[in-house]
């Protein structure tokens, strides 16, 4: 039996690895030296290649299958954001949110950190995943514990800032400021971001390894599953910790101390994990601005619900479903944009627009109605509007909460303030999200948290004015009648 050729050992099928190049550099009189210098340059321009999927999501998919996947997770996520409604239509009746109402202004905040936390946090791991970053065990276990200890770092300040600023717009235009009171919205805040921000950490991590195991882009799924659960589970643990705390506050009051001195401990170990991993690192030194400002215009948003509630009662279960629809579709998009600008982009990160031809500014036309693909997902998600509302409204009718009835008048006002958000949303979007890239900053970690909540602000904005519109068509009388204290104590 004659020896056999490397060949037959190491084929070449299209790519030159290093040790085909090696073993072929030893068989004599089949390669010239030309040859082996050019079967250099091949493999090198393979490895490269092989860095980034030679590929685009947005061009890949088609319309339908892009539909299919988002409206199954838009829809389950509308129905959390309607169990998230109901939860806030009942419990603001208990007595500790008649006797705090500044706990209103902490909601959208709070509700906003799926935008800041948990939507940023999926689109990042969902970019890696499409540019294959989490294919290997060791990489996704340092990609996923780097940003589990992000998220609770941010989480914790954000919460902390979040309840000053309820308690500087609460107390600070009546001059009045109560210690008991304040301990109790800093607890409650800290722990109620602490806490929705682990768990919603976690799930977005099975998402999106699931969606790469069943082969579905996690920029359809991940966003709008972190909207579906993050309301419902941020209001109910908002809610219960609150009303454990204002229970003790008649007896010993040495939780809510208690509870702030242990996240004042716990909050040094998170800031260290995450420095020490790479992935992270930069995200902990320069990703603070976006959330901190979010903070702000969404509590910009609970200040327009805390007046909204005292005047229309019914109000208080459209509000997440309307932040919350608007907030999921835009996160939605920019997620889409993001990835579709890295996997563009060759792997040379943000700072120059992959493509020539595509500007940062767009007319709010092109924006709908232009060939690119980001306009053909903008004119899905917008269709989605109106269909996906109506089901929420008929289901809240259904179950007999929001103290008013879907009628056509307040269909048509409630459906435009709908669709004029998402639309605005959309078009910010897409000149943030390219002026972002085009500035050299990473839309994965900057872009959302802006536009959700815008979305809160917004949403906000909209709701009330739509109500206050069919108060004066006579469609609906403000309640004057005083909110009974009731639920625990």
Same mark, same amino acid.
């Given at each position: 039996?004659?020896?056999?050729?490397?060949?037959?050992?190491?084929?070449?099928?299209?790519?030159?690895?290093?040790?085909?190049?090696?073993?072929?550099?030893? $068989?004599?009189?089949?390669?010239?030296?030309? $040859?082996?210098?050019?079967?250099?340059?091949?493999?090198?321009?393979?490895?490269?290649?092989?860095?980034?999927?030679?590929?685009?999501?947005?061009?890949? $998919?088609?319309?339908?299958?892009?539909?299919?996947?988002?409206?199954?997770?838009?829809?389950?996520?509308?129905?959390?954001?309607?169990?998230?409604? #109901?939860?806030?239509?009942?419990?603001?009746?208990?007595?500790?949110?008649?006797?705090?109402?500044?706990?209103?202004?902490?909601?959208?905040?709070?509700?906003?950190?799926?935008?800041?936390?948990?939507?940023?946090?999926?689109?990042?791991?969902?970019?890696?995943?499409?540019?294959?970053?989490?294919?290997?065990?060791?990489?996704?276990?340092?990609?996923?514990?780097?940003?589990?200890?992000?998220?609770?770092?941010?989480?914790?300040?954000?919460?902390?800032?979040?309840?000053?600023?309820?308690?500087?717009?609460?107390?600070?235009?009546?001059?009045?400021?109560?210690?008991?009171?304040?301990?109790?919205?800093?607890?409650?805040?800290?722990?109620?971001?602490?806490?929705?921000?682990?768990?919603?950490?976690?799930?977005?991590?099975?998402?999106?390894?699931?969606?790469?195991?069943?082969?579905?882009?996690?920029?359809?799924?991940?966003?709008?599953?972190?909207?579906?659960?993050?309301?419902?589970?941020?209001?109910?643990?908002?809610?219960?910790?609150?009303?454990?705390?204002?229970?003790?506050?008649?007896? $010993?009051?040495?939780?809510?101390?208690?509870?702030?001195?242990?996240?004042?401990?716990?909050?040094?170990?998170?800031?260290?994990?995450?420095?020490?991993?790479?992935?992270?690192?930069?995200?902990?030194?320069?990703?603070?601005?976006?959330?901190?400002?979010?903070?702000?215009?969404?509590?910009?948003?609970?200040?327009?619900?805390?007046?909204?509630?005292?005047?229309?009662?019914?109000?208080?279960?459209?509000?997440?479903?309307?932040?919350?629809?608007?907030?999921?579709?835009?996160?939605?998009?920019?997620?889409?944009?993001?990835?579709?600008?890295?996997?563009?982009?060759?792997?040379?990160?943000?700072?120059?627009?992959?493509?020539?031809?595509?500007?940062?500014?767009?007319?709010?036309?092109?924006?709908?109605?232009?060939?690119?693909?980001?306009?053909?997902?903008?004119?899905?998600?917008?269709?989605?509007?109106?269909?996906?509302?109506?089901?929420?409204?008929?289901?809240?009718?259904?179950?007999?909460?929001?103290?008013?009835?879907?009628?056509?008048?307040?269909?048509?006002?409630?459906?435009?303030?709908?669709?004029?958000?998402?639309?605005?949303? #959309?078009?910010?979007?897409?000149?943030?999200?390219?002026?972002?890239?085009?500035?050299?900053?990473?839309?994965?970690?900057?872009?959302?948290?802006?536009?959700?909540?815008?979305?809160?602000?917004?949403?906000?904005?909209?709701?009330?004015?739509?109500? #206050?519109?069919?108060?004066?068509?006579?469609?609906?009388?403000?309640?004057?009648?005083?909110?009974?204290?009731?639920?625990?104590?």
């Amino acid at each position: 039996m004659g020896q056999a050729s490397t060949k037959e050992y190491f084929p070449l099928n299209g790519g030159l690895s290093d040790q085909n190049i090696l073993l072929q550099r030893f $068989e004599p009189g089949e390669s010239s030296e030309d $040859e082996l210098y050019a079967a250099d340059d091949e493999r090198d321009k393979n490895d490269q290649n092989s860095t980034i999927p030679n590929y685009s999501i947005e061009t890949t $998919e088609a319309w339908y299958s892009t539909l299919l996947q988002i409206f199954l997770p838009f829809i389950v996520a509308g129905l959390g954001m309607v169990a998230a409604g #109901l939860v806030l239509d009942h419990v603001q009746h208990w007595k500790v949110f008649v006797e705090i109402p500044e706990l209103f202004i902490l909601v959208p905040a709070l509700l906003g950190l799926k935008g800041n936390l948990e939507m940023t946090l999926a689109s990042r791991l969902s970019t890696a995943a499409n540019l294959g970053k989490m294919d290997t065990r060791e990489d996704a276990l340092s990609l996923i514990t780097g940003n589990l200890a992000l998220i609770q770092c941010q989480a914790i300040v954000v919460g902390f800032l979040a309840s000053i600023t309820g308690m500087l717009m609460g107390w600070g235009p009546a001059g009045k400021l109560n210690l008991d009171h304040g301990l109790l919205l800093c607890a409650s805040s800290v722990v109620t971001a602490s806490l929705a921000s682990f768990v919603l950490g976690i799930v977005m991590v099975l998402v999106i390894l699931g969606s790469r195991a069943v082969r579905v882009n996690p920029d359809n799924v991940a966003t709008p599953i972190a909207a579906s659960l993050g309301d419902l589970t941020t209001l109910a643990l908002l809610s219960w910790i609150a009303s454990l705390l204002w229970a003790d506050l008649d007896q $010993e009051k040495w939780l809510a101390p208690l509870i702030i001195c242990s996240y004042l401990l716990f909050t040094p170990l998170c800031l260290s994990i995450a420095w020490r991993n790479s992935n992270t690192k930069d995200v902990l030194l320069y990703g603070w601005t976006p959330v901190l400002i979010a903070m702000l215009v969404s509590s910009g948003g609970g200040l327009i619900l805390d007046y909204a509630v005292a005047k229309f009662h019914g109000i208080a279960v459209f509000q997440p479903v309307m932040n919350g629809v608007g907030g999921n579709l835009v996160a939605v998009q920019a997620s889409r944009m993001s990835t579709y600008l890295h996997t563009s982009s060759g792997g040379s990160g943000p700072g120059v627009l992959p493509v020539k031809d595509e500007g940062v500014c767009v007319t709010p036309w092109g924006m709908v109605c232009g060939g690119d693909p980001h306009a053909r997902t903008a004119r899905i998600l917008l269709l989605l509007v109106i269909p996906g509302h109506l089901i929420f409204t008929y289901t809240i009718s259904y179950l007999e909460a929001g103290h008013t009835s879907p009628t056509l008048l307040f269909l048509v006002f409630y459906l435009s303030a709908a669709w004029l958000q998402v639309a605005l949303l #959309l078009y910010v979007c897409r000149v943030m999200v390219f002026s972002m890239w085009s500035r050299g900053t990473d839309p994965d970690n900057s872009a959302i948290p802006y536009l959700t909540a815008l979305g809160d602000l917004l949403g906000g904005g909209f709701l009330a004015i739509a109500f #206050l519109l069919l108060h004066i068509m006579g469609e609906m009388d403000p309640s004057d009648t005083p909110i009974v204290a009731k639920g625990p104590q």
